[in-house]
């Protein structure tokens, strides 16, 4: 009897771990929203504007709902859409996205092992970004180095991302759901903004949904091209890799769950993932390394920890302020220690001990103050995307209606939670993937503890809020049809 009631006690912490854990940080999500709020007032939200929001996706919803070419009108309006933006705020290439852009170039030259030999340079202590500007230089190798023709490109990344939302969704829930979710992600007001700025996090983006795809078919060969797919984000953004581990934790949970009976099946799971995904990092390491792109490796950092340095003390080492792109913090500590990268590694992981041991209240303080900016400020995508409409009402509405959108979003989420019985009456396909998009989203809330932040970097976590919200917002919808469906018979009565 003991034993069956610690059976029990497992199976009901395991069934609901993940959600706690979730609710937990999306409640920390929302008290940094409201200090966000208190401080910056112009930032208040009133009711009515949410409300807005979502009469926007109903009527959306109605329209396209029993549409069988969805999908194809989605990604023509999206790009329309960005394709509209970016012609009328005429986005310039600002800052990291222009040092990229250069980069591609000296690729397409030839030259790019010039700056990338080079100690001092951008392309040396910031290695990993090799990945996304080989993948630039390929399109301007075809189509021309254009501005234009990039911006092309990431609208077209863009555009599929908001149509696989919908496939990821519909293999989750259903296809209605799958629409909502859709809808949901391409009104986003800050990733319509960004859509013209030439970002790593457009195209590794819409390889992760494949990825996420691939991974909900539960077949051996489709772990192996989740686990390439998850390669490739991480090779174009390196913090694709928290999707990884959020397969890894998802599959592991699983296995609790299921007390065991499925071990076998797991373990082979995730020794494909992690095999393919680490076989594929290699081999372009490999390769880049071997046609003298780079001197050591694109995957592996030279400057091993600056991430942390910046994310638990807010500075670099000795506290010189960033002048540009190319000469930030880093570049200014590495210049005081004469560009040796041994010396510059360990001095970071010295001062790392130094902030988690010795000096932890008052690193614990600024993680506090600087988790404000992740999860409670509006994204600064537009700051970098604003070029033809800076400091005009167009550029106010976008910045303070597109942070209505974030709060609101993350509001439906713990609702999804708290009303999950009455939800869940809904038969949805493999609903259990929806404890996935909860792990990721908590991963990199995690992750970014630690490392450096800006509000910006919440991107990945837009996709899975949307995945999330979306089974909330069909219910309320089916709750309004039945209720006008009362109301009709009624009236006829």
Aim: proline content about 1%.
């Amino acid at each position: 009897m003991t034993e069956k009631v610690e059976k029990n006690i497992l199976n009901v912490f395991f069934s609901n771990v993940v959600n706690v854990v979730f609710v937990s940080v999306i409640i920390i999500y929302l008290i940094y929203c409201t200090m966000y709020q208190y401080y910056n007032p112009a930032f208040k939200i009133t009711l009515i504007l949410p409300i807005i929001y979502g009469i926007c996706i109903f009527c959306c919803y109605k329209f396209f709902e029993k549409s069988k070419k969805y999908e194809v009108i989605l990604f023509c309006l999206s790009f329309f859409a960005y394709l509209i933006w970016g012609v009328f705020a005429r986005s310039p290439a600002v800052s990291d996205y222009e040092v990229l852009i250069n980069g591609a170039k000296e690729v397409v030259n030839g030259t790019f092992s010039a700056l990338s030999f080079d100690k001092t340079n951008y392309f040396y202590f910031y290695n990993f970004q090799v990945g996304f500007v080989m993948y630039l230089a390929l399109i301007m190798k075809i189509f021309g180095s254009r501005l234009i023709v990039l911006k092309f490109f990431e609208a077209v990344a863009m555009s599929l991302s908001n149509v696989l939302i919908c496939k990821v969704a519909s293999v989750t829930y259903d296809r209605k759901v799958g629409i909502i979710a859709s809808l949901i992600y391409s009104f986003l007001l800050f990733n319509i903004a960004g859509s013209s700025i030439i970002n790593n996090q457009h195209i590794s983006t819409f390889i992760i949904l494949l990825a996420i795809l691939m991974f909900m078919k539960e077949k051996k060969k489709w772990y192996v091209g989740s686990g390439i797919m998850v390669a490739l984000s991480a090779i174009l953004r390196p913090s694709s890799i928290v999707f990884l581990l959020g397969f890894i934790v998802f599959k592991i949970w699983k296995m609790f769950l299921d007390k065991f009976q499925n071990w076998k099946e797991i373990l082979v799971c995730l020794i494909l993932l992690c095999i393919s995904y680490v076989s594929v990092i290699k081999i372009f390491d490999y390769t880049v390394v071997k046609m003298s792109i780079v001197p050591n490796s694109a995957i592996s950092a030279n400057a091993k920890y600056f991430k942390f340095i910046l994310g638990l003390d807010g500075k670099g080492l000795y506290g010189i302020p960033t002048k540009n792109a190319e000469q930030t913090q880093v570049y200014f500590d590495l210049e005081k220690l004469n560009f040796d990268y041994d010396v510059y590694n360990e001095e970071c992981k010295n001062k790392i001990s130094e902030l988690c041991l010795e000096n932890f209240r008052g690193t614990f303080r600024r993680v506090m103050k600087k988790m404000v900016t992740f999860c409670g400020e509006y994204d600064n995508q537009i700051e970098f995307a604003n070029g033809n409409i800076k400091d005009s009402i167009i550029n106010d509405v976008i910045i303070y209606y597109g942070y209505i959108q974030y709060v609101s979003l993350l509001c439906v989420c713990l609702l999804v939670v708290i009303l999950k019985k009455f939800i869940n009456k809904e038969k949805y396909n493999k609903e259990e993937y929806n404890e996935l998009f909860k792990i990721i989203f908590v991963l990199f809330f995690c992750a970014h503890i630690f490392i450096e932040v800006q509000s910006r970097y919440r991107y990945d976590q837009y996709v899975m809020i949307s995945l999330i919200s979306a089974p909330f917002l069909y219910w309320i919808f089916e709750r309004y049809n039945e209720l006008k469906l009362k109301y009709i018979i009624k009236n006829n009565e």
